[in-house]
């Protein structure tokens, strides 16, 4: 193997950690490596993408879909800087990603040579391994640590290689090393679960808060949920650990959240973290027990103060204490939030089965709702388009759901479909996108259509960044700026080869779902909508009396008075 070139040995490991794509841009600083890709395709395939953003996004993606290494590469300077976004992506979402950055040759680093710039202090607050290729020989051990390094702490992984190593052949004597990883075990603490059974036994009005960690124990929660009487809530990510419709399940919190959901955590005398580092503690209950299971010890204790931590894989501790823990026949608690929920689901249906134009938003998830696969991919940007996604989709726990959770990126929609058709091309993929968040990316959707990825991108298009419109006025502020150019979407997706169909009234809304289903190539379905804020599940009293403060700027500045549409929201108080 060591008597190749250098590039050829980089391609052939990647494809032994069972890498098969990539995603990337080309350039001068990659020429050579991307000459071992050209001459490995059948092995690995190179993703070509308009804007390494968007490659860095798809292999974040890619990811936290699969839990699979995503793999980018770019060249020096401009194209390693794009990366960036998509990076920390991937960092704040705990996703293994690998960067293969291109460089200068080795003989001019340093010379402040033509889109030279300095990699490794860029990188260096994304990466959990950041290293430059110095030497040939140390190539083979230095691709497979970044990798190991990169599934081990669940981040991101970046190699700078100079271009010219890439050609230059291995003969030297090189330190051999593993394709290999293994996950470790975490075996919980039987004490501290003893302790946790001992205080779920007494509590009268459990709560559980779910995370990503519990996306692998469904089954384990459901079942838990239902022995111990606990009504669950949900993280953002972690949407579809329970179905939505799930008797026992009561959505998300905080301001994309459900009012059940936050009612139950006022009343709760006991909370269950899962598999969560919530981050919106003023939504957590004060002065309650607390348990908190995750498999990272680091995050025990974190952001809530925690009276039982157990370090533990979600699936095993929760069969575990599923085995120790009787039925509990304490439901009340959980019957009456059951009550609660089965009145918020009639609230909501009855805001989708609306009949009206302009379009509103939760119509549009609804229709949406009809032609989703039971397997399907959600690939949902960050905005008001999250909120109603969160809300009004209905998941299965047979369907996954992806979206930028801690970094909040906008433009990650349209990438995350990408990648999702590529991980499993047999699937259904539908991007929901708003039209803030769409463009940002939106030169990609060519991406979709030169290699073939059938998928459903439906676009809100308000003509507006409608969230910060949103908090702006719930700032007690007025609306500045926050409008766009009308664009017809429809019309960019036919001329970038795919089909599109523009959405005006409710009555076309459903055929074009519909057909955009039927076709078996990229489509986007263009959807122009009511302005509607997603006012949150539950109002405070400073959120009305900030209305009622832009309300009356609106009266004095522009002299007519614009009731700001919180009526709705009022009975959430």
């Known amino acids: 193997m060591f008597d190749d070139r250098a590039g050829k040995v980089l391609v052939e490991q990647l494809s032994d950690w069972g890498v098969d794509h990539i995603y990337g841009m080309h350039g001068d600083s990659i020429n050579n490596l991307m000459e071992e890709l050209r001459k490995a395709e059948d092995k690995i395939k190179f993703i070509q993408v308009r804007h390494e953003e968007a490659g860095a996004l798809a292999a974040s993606s890619y990811a936290k879909l699969t839990g699979k290494l995503g793999v980018c590469l770019s060249i020096a300077g401009p194209g390693a800087i794009h990366l960036l976004n998509g990076l920390y992506d991937a960092k704040k979402d705990h996703a293994p990603v690998l960067v293969l950055a291109g460089q200068v040759p080795t003989d001019q680093i340093g010379t402040d040579g033509f889109q030279e710039v300095n990699m490794e202090r860029i990188f260096d607050d994304v990466a959990v391994f950041n290293k430059q290729v110095v030497s040939k020989e140390q190539l083979p051990s230095m691709v497979n640590q970044a990798i190991r390094t990169a599934y081990a702490k669940k981040g991101v992984a970046v190699l700078t290689l100079p271009d010219d190593?890439?050609?230059?052949?291995?003969?030297?004597?090189?330190?051999?090393?593993?394709?290999?990883?293994?996950?470790?075990?975490?075996?919980?603490?039987?004490?501290?679960?003893?302790?946790?059974?001992?205080?779920?036994?007494?509590?009268?009005?459990?709560?559980?808060?779910?995370?990503?960690?519990?996306?692998?124990?469904?089954?384990?929660?459901?079942?838990?949920?239902?022995?111990?009487?606990?009504?669950?809530?949900?993280?953002?990510?972690?949407?579809?650990?329970?179905?939505?419709?799930?008797?026992n399940f009561l959505g998300n919190l905080g301001m994309i959240g459900t009012k059940p959901a936050y009612?139950?955590?006022?009343?709760?005398?006991?909370?269950?973290?899962?598999?969560?580092?919530?981050?919106?503690?003023?939504?957590?209950?004060?002065?309650?027990?607390?348990?908190?299971?995750?498999?990272?010890?680091?995050?025990?204790?974190?952001?809530?103060?925690?009276?039982?931590?157990?370090?533990?894989?979600?699936?095993?501790?929760?069969?575990w204490l599923n085995e120790q823990l009787p039925q509990t026949d304490k439901r009340d608690f959980l019957e009456k939030y059951q009550e609660k929920m089965a009145a918020w689901w009639e609230e909501m249906k009855a805001d989708e089965e609306q009949a009206s134009t302009p379009i509103k938003p939760q119509q549009v998830i609804h229709e949406v709702q009809k032609i989703t696969a039971d397997d399907?991919?959600?690939?949902?940007?960050?905005?008001?388009?999250?909120v109603w996604a969160a809300r009004h989709f209905r998941m299965k726990t047979t369907q996954d759901f992806l979206t930028s959770s801690w970094l909040g990126t906008m433009g990650c929609g349209l990438p995350g479909a990408i990648a999702s058709k590529l991980a499993f091309p047999d699937r259904q993929v539908i991007g929901l996108c708003g039209d803030g968040g769409f463009t940002m990316n939106m030169q990609d959707f060519l991406t979709a259509v030169?290699?073939?990825?059938?998928?459903?991108?439906?676009?809100?298009?308000?003509?507006?960044?409608?969230?910060?419109k949103y908090e702006q006025e719930a700032g007690g502020n007025l609306d500045y700026k926050t409008g766009l150019e009308s664009f017809n979407f429809a019309r960019f997706a036919e001329n970038c080869g795919g089909k599109g169909y523009r959405v005006e009234k409710l009555e076309e809304l459903k055929p074009s779902l519909e057909a955009a289903a039927s076709f078996n190539q990229p489509a986007i379905i263009d959807v122009c909508i009511e302005d509607e804020p997603p006012i949150p599940g539950k109002l405070s009293y400073d959120q009305v009396t900030s209305y009622s403060k832009q309300t009356i700027k609106k009266l004095f500045e522009k002299g007519k008075l614009e009731l700001p549409p919180v009526r709705k929201g009022l009975k959430r108080m």
């Open 165 to 247: 190593i890439s050609a230059e052949k291995i003969k030297n004597k090189v330190q051999k090393n593993a394709v290999l990883y293994e996950a470790p075990e975490l075996t919980p603490d039987t004490a501290a679960m003893q302790e946790a059974v001992s205080v779920i036994e007494k509590a009268k009005k459990p709560i559980i808060l779910a995370g990503t960690g519990a996306k692998k124990a469904k089954e384990e929660l459901a079942a838990f949920s239902d022995r111990i009487a606990a009504p669950v809530v949900i993280s953002l990510p972690a949407k579809g650990v329970m179905e939505d419709e799930h008797p």
């Open 450 to 468: 030169k290699y073939n990825l059938p998928m459903i991108i439906v676009i809100f298009n308000n003509e507006r960044i409608g969230m910060i």
């Open 376 to 386: 399907a991919i959600l690939s949902v940007d960050v905005g008001n388009v999250t």
């Open 263 to 319: 009612e139950a955590m006022e009343g709760a005398d006991l909370l269950i973290l899962l598999g969560t580092s919530y981050p919106y503690t003023e939504f957590l209950p004060e002065d309650v027990t607390c348990i908190q299971i995750d498999s990272n010890p680091l995050q025990i204790g974190k952001r809530y103060p925690v009276d039982i931590g157990i370090a533990g894989d979600a699936k095993k501790t929760l069969a």
